[in-house]
Nanobody, 125 residues
Framework: QVQLVESGGGLVQAGDSLRLSCAAS????????MGWFRQAPGKEREFVAA????????YYADSVKDRFTISRDTAKNTVHLQMNSLNPEDTAVYYC??????????????????WGQGTQVTVSS
């Protein structure tokens, strides 16, 4: 079956950077976009960033724009999230997801068919 495996999470201090990666494996499937979401304790899962697979067009939540950069490697079936200037509000479990249906935007969890297990990002003040 399709698997998405995230890596790169950890504990960092405010102002530090982290780079998350997500590798897709299993049966080949058509990707329209890959995205990152995050979920903090007691909060709903929220959109962070997405990138269209063919053209590489990025989309960002306002809260991470200018700090985070999403990229993809189509040959390796991977997507990355470079996170700079991290602050404690970025603390959450970060999930990678794959969208297999075209959407005008990819901001909602319902836009995605496959999900990873998540990787914890903790930012201390």
């Amino acid at each position: 079956q399709v698997q998405l495996v995230e890596s790169g999470g950890g504990l960092v201090q405010a102002g530090d950077s982290l780079r998350l990666s997500c590798a897709a494996s299993g049966p080949a499937f058509t990707k329209h976009a890959m995205g990152w979401f995050r979920q903090a304790p007691g909060k709903e899962r929220e959109f962070v960033a997405a990138i269209t697979w063919t053209l590489g067009n990025p989309y960002y939540a306002d809260s991470v724009k200018d700090r985070f950069t999403i990229s993809r490697d189509t040959a390796k079936n991977t997507v990355h999230l470079q996170m700079n200037s991290l602050n404690p509000e970025d603390t959450a479990v970060y999930y990678c997801a794959a969208a297999i249906v075209y959407r005008r935007t990819y901001n909602y969890p319902g836009d995605y068919a496959y999900w990873g297990q998540g990787t914890q990002v903790t930012v201390s003040s």
